[in-house]
């Protein structure tokens, strides 16, 4: 919901914030500072929950602490009540203030009471001292880096380049303290990699499909809580099609977005899916050639991803947030997730239970800087504000306690999910095999074209003070025959791709586009008249 920036320190400079703070404009509709010595804390709000009384940073009753917040807490209500009814007195509806007041009562526990995806700072003003704290998952990103006399936190890679130096970043399900001039201590408070253990195996179908469909329809049903027309990302496949069924019946002011290549199998599923749910429905079109440098660099300049796939992605992600903003759309959930929770890879199925186990949970760990950070940056790089349901932390803890004989079966990946929800899917969506959309339609190796560019163009915007740009691990993996330690050395030794690499990659996506056409120059000739070409 927002685009936070922070500088603390006696050598914090307004000029140097404003300029942080403009660079994370699009994340917002309206910019709120405020402006203290060695204390510069401001965001830019997306208006969603308590759209005028919401004003950041929000300061406690007695000013002592001030609170720069990104996201939701989608419990916030049942939060709220609690607090009510510990005495707290609060002057507005938002979970903005509840994020404060539940620090305020509960101190570093109150991390385990939230329900959402968030990243915020809460700073001591006396002291500058800041309290850095970011979602589970890592839906919500979070930033730091160090010049002499000053701390900086922002939200995005892209605020923070401009200082020249090493950046770092608070990682998914950690929390700590940060001084203006010292050291960032930061914790674990959730270890994904730990989740589930120590709780039953889930391996009756039975019992399987009630828990995951009672799971999937709650973190739904908690992110449509809202007066705002609600978008659905719908690829025409399982997940944003349950998506899409599921706020239909609970928010009926909704709107469903399709990006693809005209007439290709995923644009006319989705087509018949809004039809059949008498949705409103906005196809946005793209072809392969219609995919230019421009394009390509745009994307890597919005989304400062890490991998090369991942920028291919967010090429095609782009226009559909775009069409959203102009829709006035300003919350849309999305189907990410599913695939890494409930065995959408091959590679879950062509190892053993062990190493498919640790295969999840490294999809898992890394969401946070492939998916995640391709969907906030491009969504919010908009002003749309995208909530991922498959990733609430109930549900990937579910998904940890099921044996991977219920996510594959019968030849069909996301076996339960299908079956949790035979009732309420079309026949034509439950039996759909996965068909990621950007390779099965051209766009994908279209955009492969460009591929030797993605490193300069990435450090041109000084994104390397991250993190550089590198191969893509599920190409590894897969050269490694999916052997997870063989491809995490591989990866370290080989970060990026060589010279060589990117002259054969560069020669097999020129004849990959050239080919249509090589078709048409050389295919049979339509005359005036002829419904279709003639036989060869």
Same mark, same amino acid.
């Given at each position: 919901?927002?685009?936070?920036?922070?500088?603390?320190?006696?050598?914090?400079?307004?000029?140097?914030?404003?300029?942080?703070?403009?660079?994370?404009?699009?994340?917002?509709?309206?910019?709120?500072?405020?402006?203290?010595?060695?204390?510069?804390?401001?965001?830019?709000?997306?208006?969603?929950?308590?759209?005028?009384?919401?004003?950041?940073?929000?300061?406690? *009753?007695?000013?002592?602490?001030?609170?720069?917040?990104?996201?939701?807490?989608?419990?916030?209500?049942?939060?709220?009540?609690?607090?009510?009814?510990?005495?707290?007195?609060?002057?507005?509806?938002?979970?903005?203030?509840?994020?404060?007041?539940?620090?305020?009562?509960?101190?570093?526990?109150?991390?385990?009471?939230?329900?959402?995806?968030?990243?915020?700072?809460?700073?001591?003003?006396?002291?500058?001292?800041?309290?850095?704290?970011?979602?589970?998952?890592?839906?919500?990103?979070?930033?730091?880096?160090?010049?002499?006399?000053?701390?900086?936190?922002?939200?995005?890679?892209?605020?923070?380049?401009?200082?020249?130096?090493?950046?770092?970043?608070?990682?998914?399900?950690?929390?700590?303290?940060?001084?203006?001039?010292?050291?960032?201590?930061?914790?674990?408070?959730?270890?994904?990699? *730990?989740?589930?253990?120590?709780?039953?195996?889930?391996?009756?179908?039975?019992? *399987?499909?009630?828990?995951?469909?009672?799971?999937?329809?709650?973190?739904?049903?908690?992110?449509?809580?809202?007066?705002?027309?609600? $978008?659905?990302?719908?690829?025409?496949?399982?997940?944003?099609?349950?998506?899409?069924?599921?706020?239909?019946?609970?928010?009926?002011?909704?709107? *469903?977005?399709?990006?693809?290549?005209?007439?290709?199998?995923?644009?006319?599923?989705?087509?018949?899916?809004?039809?059949?749910?008498?949705?409103?429905?906005?196809?946005?079109?793209?072809?392969?050639?219609?995919?230019?440098?421009?394009?390509?660099?745009?994307?890597?300049?919005?989304?400062?991803?890490?991998? @090369?796939?991942?920028?291919?992605?967010?090429?095609?992600?782009?226009?559909?947030?775009?069409?959203?903003?102009?829709?006035?759309?300003?919350?849309?959930?999305?189907?990410?997730?599913?695939?890494?929770?409930?065995?959408?890879?091959?590679?879950?199925?062509?190892?053993?239970?062990?190493?498919?186990?640790?295969?999840?949970?490294?999809?898992?760990?890394?969401?946070?800087?492939?998916?995640?950070?391709?969907?906030?940056?491009?969504?919010? $790089?908009?002003?749309?504000?995208?909530?991922?349901?498959?990733?609430?932390?109930?549900?990937?803890?579910?998904?940890?306690?099921?044996?991977?004989?219920?996510?594959?079966?019968?030849?069909?990946?996301?076996?339960?999910?299908?079956?949790?929800?035979?009732?309420?899917?079309?026949?034509?969506?439950?039996?759909?095999?996965?068909?990621?959309?950007? @390779?099965?339609?051209?766009?994908?190796?279209?955009?492969?074209?460009?591929?030797?560019?993605?490193?300069?163009?990435?450090?041109?915007?000084? @994104?390397?003070?991250?993190?550089?740009?590198?191969?893509?691990?599920?190409?590894?993996?897969?050269?490694?025959?999916?052997?997870?330690?063989?491809?995490?050395?591989?990866?370290?030794?080989?970060?990026? @791709?060589?010279?060589?690499?990117?002259?054969?990659?560069?020669?097999?996506?020129?004849?990959?586009?050239?080919?249509?056409?090589?078709?048409?120059?050389?295919?049979?000739?339509?005359?005036?008249?002829?419904?279709?070409?003639?036989?060869?």
């Amino acid at each position: 919901m927002c685009g936070i920036a922070l500088s603390l320190g006696p050598e914090a400079d307004p000029t140097t914030f404003r300029r942080m703070l403009a660079t994370l404009a699009p994340r917002g509709e309206v910019t709120e500072a405020r402006y203290e010595n060695g204390l510069l804390a401001g965001t830019r709000r997306l208006r969603i929950v308590d759209r005028e009384r919401a004003v950041q940073p929000w300061a406690s *009753a007695d000013e002592r602490w001030l609170l720069c917040y990104n996201g939701e807490v989608f419990n916030h209500h049942e939060l709220r009540a609690e607090l009510v009814g510990l005495g707290h007195r609060f002057r507005g509806t938002s979970d903005t203030e509840v994020v404060l007041a539940a620090f305020l009562r509960w101190g570093e526990g109150m991390v385990t009471r939230l329900r959402g995806e968030y990243a915020f700072a809460v700073v001591e003003r006396a002291t500058g001292r800041a309290y850095l704290v970011r979602d589970p998952l890592g839906v919500k990103p979070l930033y730091w880096a160090r010049t002499p006399g000053c701390l900086h936190v922002a939200s995005e890679v892209k605020a923070l380049v401009g200082h020249r130096a090493p950046i770092a970043e608070v990682p998914p399900g950690h929390h700590g303290w940060a001084e203006p001039d010292g050291p960032v201590r930061l914790r674990a408070y959730v270890d994904l990699l *730990a989740l589930g253990d120590g709780l039953p195996v889930v391996d009756d179908p039975d019992e *399987a499909a009630l828990l995951v469909r009672a799971a999937l329809t709650d973190s739904i049903r908690m992110r449509v809580d809202t007066d705002l027309t609600v $978008g659905v990302v719908l690829s025409g496949g399982l997940d944003s099609s349950l998506a899409l069924l599921h706020v239909r019946e609970m928010h009926p002011d909704c709107v *469903a977005v399709t990006v693809g290549v005209p007439d290709s199998p995923d644009v006319a599923y989705a087509r018949r899916l809004a039809k059949d749910l008498g949705v409103p429905h906005e196809v946005i079109e793209v072809r392969p050639r219609d995919i230019r440098l421009a394009d390509i660099r745009d994307a890597i300049r919005m989304s400062e991803l890490t991998e @090369y796939g991942d920028i291919i992605n967010a090429v095609v992600t782009v226009p559909l947030f775009r069409r959203l903003r102009e829709l006035g759309v300003k919350v849309v959930l999305t189907g990410d997730g599913s695939d890494e929770l409930f065995g959408g890879y091959p590679m879950y199925h062509e190892v053993g239970p062990e190493a498919s186990r640790r295969l999840f949970l490294h999809k898992i760990r890394n969401l946070c800087r492939t998916e995640l950070q391709r969907v906030d940056r491009a969504s919010m $790089g908009h002003g749309v504000e995208a909530r991922v349901p498959f990733l609430d932390l109930s549900l990937v803890e579910l998904a940890m306690r099921l044996p991977i004989g219920l996510k594959m079966r019968e030849g069909q990946e996301k076996w339960i999910v299908r079956r949790a929800f035979a009732d309420l899917l079309p026949d034509y969506v439950r039996r759909r095999p996965k068909n990621p959309m950007s @390779y099965s339609s051209g766009l994908h190796e279209r955009a492969r074209l460009y591929k030797p560019f993605f490193a300069r163009l990435h450090r041109s915007f000084g @994104y390397h003070l991250l993190e550089p740009v590198r191969r893509d691990f599920d190409s590894v993996l897969t050269r490694c025959g999916n052997d997870l330690d063989r491809a995490l050395a591989d990866g370290r030794a080989r970060p990026d @791709y060589t010279v060589l690499e990117h002259a054969r990659d560069l020669v097999g996506a020129a004849k990959w586009n050239a080919a249509p056409m090589v078709r048409r120059l050389v295919g049979p000739r339509r005359t005036r008249g002829d419904e279709a070409p003639l036989p060869g």
